[in-house]
Nanobody
Framework: QVQLVESGGGLVQPGGSLRLSCATS????????MGWYRQAPGKQRELVAS???????NYARSVKGRFTISNDNAKNTVYLQMNSLKPEDTAVYYC????????WGKGTLVTVSS
């Protein structure tokens, strides 16, 4: 059974930082492309960042230079370090694992507000 479990969300002030984690099980982690998506109220889900099995990363233009995606193959975990957070980063953040099929976590809420 595949499981992706996100953690690390919460309330943070503008300019602050958060680190999201996604612990996985049931997949051969180092063979998957891992991604973080987000969905703000009333908006479509969008890709925030991804990291391929070879370590190549890709970022949405809106987060480039502020967010960093990384993974730990030994822990089967992918991270999203988020710095210089803005109110427009407020959303539910979802972990995604993709190879031939795709798997999703249930999401973690990030709220950026003073």
């Amino acid at each position: 059974q595949v499981q992706l479990v996100e953690s690390g969300g919460g309330l943070v002030q503008p300019g602050g930082s958060l680190r999201l984690s996604c612990a996985t099980s049931g997949i051969t982690f180092d063979m998957f492309t891992m991604g973080w998506y987000r969905q703000a109220p009333g908006k479509q889900r969008e890709l925030v960042a991804s990291i391929s099995s070879g370590g190549s990363t890709n970022y949405a233009r809106s987060v480039k230079g502020r967010f960093t995606i990384s993974n730990d193959n030994a822990k089967n975990t992918v991270y999203l370090q988020m710095n210089s957070l803005k109110p427009e980063d407020t959303a539910v953040y979802y972990c995604n694992a993709y190879r031939r099929g795709t798997y999703w976590g249930k999401g973690t809420l990030v709220t950026v507000s003073s």
